[in-house]
């Protein structure tokens, strides 16, 4: 059983930059494909980046050139670096896995087995 706890979020000002940690436990992390999603108050939870486990990325339009994915198979971590915060990036950030053998990045809900908590971030204007 995968375990994943989110870490790192917090209240900026917009323009602030903040770096989500999402730490994993109980699997073959190298072979999982590891997203991130977030759900702001009253809307459905959306994907915001991912990564396969190869280091390919993939990301929503709304965030291209201010988040970025990254991880390290060896420490069993994945991180979104959020730069350039606007208040509408204001949400529930979780943190996502799925053990996948291709290096399809999946943008819904349904394609990902394994959850995190969730960590708030709160953007302010």
């Known amino acids: 059983q995968v375990q994943l706890v989110e870490s790192g979020g917090g209240l900026v000002q917009a323009g602030s930059s903040l770096r989500l940690s999402c730490a994993a436990s109980?699997?073959?992390?190298?072979?999982?494909?590891m997203a991130w999603f977030r759900q702001a108050p009253g809307k459905e939870r959306e994907f915001v980046a991912g990564?396969?486990?190869?280091?390919?990325?993939a990301s929503a339009d709304s965030v291209k050139g201010r988040f970025t994915i990254s991880r390290d198979n060896t420490k069993n971590t994945v991180w979104l670096q959020m730069n350039s915060l606007k208040p509408e990036d204001t949400a529930v950030y979780f943190c996502?896995?799925?053990?996948?053998?291709?290096?399809?990045?999946?943008?819904?809900?349904?394609?990902?087995?394994?959850w995190g908590q969730g960590t708030q971030v709160t953007v302010s204007s």
């Open positions: 996502a896995a799925v053990r996948r053998s291709d290096l399809r990045i999946g943008v819904r809900v349904n394609d990902y087995d394994y």
């Open positions: 990564c396969h486990w190869s280091g390919g990325t």
């Open positions: 109980g699997g073959t992390f190298s072979r999982y494909i």
